[in-house]
T-cell receptor, first 115, second 114 residues
Framework: ETGVTQTPRHLVMGMTNKKSLKCEQH?????MYWYKQSAKKPLELMFV???????ENNSVPSRFSPECPNSSHLFLHLHTLQPEDSALYLC??????????????FGNGTRLTVT | AQSVTQLDSHVSVSEGTPVLLRCNYS??????LFWYVQHPNKGLQLLLK??????LVKGINGFEAEFKKSETSFHLTKPSAHMSDAAEYFC????????????FGTGTRLKVLA
């Protein structure tokens, strides 16, 4: 049990579908993150939320839309994705976001396949 | 600017022999450094962290790392490899500039031979 829970674990969707990824953290952290992990590429930061406010959007295409209703929940809404968006999407949280000395805690990820 | 370099993309060791995974970093501020492990189809699990306290850091599963400022290194070691250590390992640097920037290395895949 990681303290950060992601659902679903696996998702297959067509390019015209709309789906959402969900992340919940039970650690009392104030910052939450979405990362994309593709084969043979470094981990890519997508979005950061601190106290529910978006503080980072790392030039992510608009077909990815994040939502953070409170400090414990984070969503990633997906629509009209491309096959190259297939990847492992990782959610993470950290305490006292911004000071840089608190570690990230990761969920187990959602394996997304776009057909 | 921060950066982190993991010097080996793949490392193979025999079970019971020492493990050394190398990481070099650069940072304009006082860095915090982390090592994570990722098993297949899992998230990243924190092994250990350095945040300006003791330079020799002990982590979980028998791993440790030494912060060497003069060499800008933070290598991960374990005295005796176990089959269950086979995974991908990531070195991460962040600073205290308040920009939520965690810079990840490209990973080292550790293979443990029976």
């Amino acid at each position: 049990e990681t303290g950060v829970t992601q659902t679903p674990r696996h998702l297959v969707m067509g390019m015209t579908n709309k789906k959402s990824l969900k992340c919940e953290q039970h650690l009392g952290h104030n910052a939450m993150y979405w990362y994309k992990q593709s084969a043979k590429k470094p981990l890519e930061l997508m979005f950061v939320y601190n106290f529910k406010e978006q503080t980072e959007n790392n030039s992510v295409p608009s077909r990815f839309s994040p939502e953070c209703p409170n400090s414990s929940h984070l969503f990633l809404h997906l629509h009209t994705l491309q096959p190259e968006d297939s990847a492992l999407y990782l959610c993470a949280s950290s305490q006292d976001g911004g000071r840089g000395n608190s570690p990230l805690h990761f969920g187990n990820g959602t394996r997304l396949t776009v057909t | 600017a921060q950066s982190v370099t993991q010097l080996d993309s793949h490392v193979s060791v025999s079970e019971g022999t020492p493990v050394l995974l190398r990481c070099n970093y650069s940072s304009s501020y006082s860095p915090s450094l982390f090592w994570y492990v990722q098993h297949p189809n899992k998230g990243l699990q924190l092994l250990l962290k350095y945040t300006s306290a003791a330079t020799l850091v002990k982590g979980i599963n028998g791993f440790e790392a030494e912060f060497k400022k003069s060499e800008t290194s933070f290598h991960l070691t374990k005295p005796s490899a176990h089959m269950s250590d086979a995974a991908e390992y990531f070195c991460v640097v962040s600073d205290s500039s308040g920009t939520y920037k965690y810079i990840f290395g490209t990973g080292t895949r550790l293979k443990v031979l029976a």
